[in-house]
């Protein structure tokens, strides 16, 4: 049963303090997404990725986050210093190129800074 | 610019009474997909339907249909024999920009009393 996974699940961190979240895509899938949720902004894409490559990171602070995909196994998003307006939870989604669009996602990661 | 909106908050229904949650978008391309998905307390996001733009024939998966008017610009899920695991969040997903990013509505909760 193919699925994307997320780790960790939750997150409690202190204001300042370095945040990895990490995201296996379904094996085959080649592209990955990045999602904020908060009750405030429902769900925001933060960063895109195909084939590894960063195709659009528009909706991520640029000065705080940063997204990467070290192999295509692995994509990770790290905040660095966290504050409390991060609190939210993160999911990360993969697809392939076909016509369906479809995404599927992972159970994401409830992160809270302190 | 490409807009998902769902005016309803909110929705109830009664165990085994069928319900339907509305959603309109907006766009100027002719071929796409539209996508609603759940979000039950687990925070899963799962498909639940897709519709293809170029069909004329409305999805059905089951208890889940849409009723998709394409020149209205409209995408409403009807949910029949509601069962209580059908309460959720339930959001609405149109892909924009291509490169399968979608965007969501700010979604619908829905109820289901016993």
């Known amino acids: 049963d193919a699925r994307v996974t997320q780790t960790p699940r939750h997150k409690v961190t202190e204001m300042g303090q370095e945040v990895t979240m990490r995201c296996q895509p379904i094996?085959?899938?080649?592209?990955v997404f990045w999602y904020r949720q908060t009750m405030m902004q429902g769900l925001e894409l933060l960063a895109y990725?195909?084939?590894?490559?960063?195709?659009?990171d528009s909706g991520m602070p640029k000065d705080r986050f940063s997204a990467e995909m070290p192999d295509a196994t692995l994509a990770t998003l790290k905040i660095q210093p966290s504050e409390p307006r991060d609190s939210a939870v993160y999911f990360c989604?993969?697809?392939?190129?076909?016509?369906?669009?479809?995404?599927?996602f992972g159970p994401g990661t409830r992160l809270t800074v302190l | 610019a490409q807009t998902v909106t769902q005016s309803q908050p909110e929705m109830s229904v009664q165990e085994a009474e069928t319900v339907t949650l509305s959603c309109t978008y907006d766009?100027?391309?002719?071929?796409?997909?539209l996508f609603w998905y759940k979000q039950p307390p687990s925070r899963q996001m799962i498909l639940v339907i897709r519709?293809?733009?170029?069909?004329?024939q409305n999805a059905t998966e089951n208890r889940f249909s849409v009723n998709f008017q394409k020149a209205a610009k409209s995408f409403s899920l009807k949910i029949s024999d509601s069962q209580l695991g059908d309460a959720a969040m339930y959001f609405c997903?149109?892909?924009?920009?291509?490169?399968?990013?979608?965007?969501f509505g700010a979604g619908t909760r829905l109820a289901v009393h016993p």
């Open positions: 989604a993969s697809g392939t190129e076909s016509s369906y669009n479809e995404q599927f």
């Open positions: 094996l085959g899938h080649n592209t």
């Open positions: 766009t100027s391309e002719s071929d796409y997909y």
């Open positions: 990725f195909r084939n590894r490559a960063p195709l659009d």
């Open positions: 519709q293809e733009a170029y069909k004329q």
């Open positions: 997903a149109f892909p924009s920009g291509g490169y399968n990013k979608l965007i």
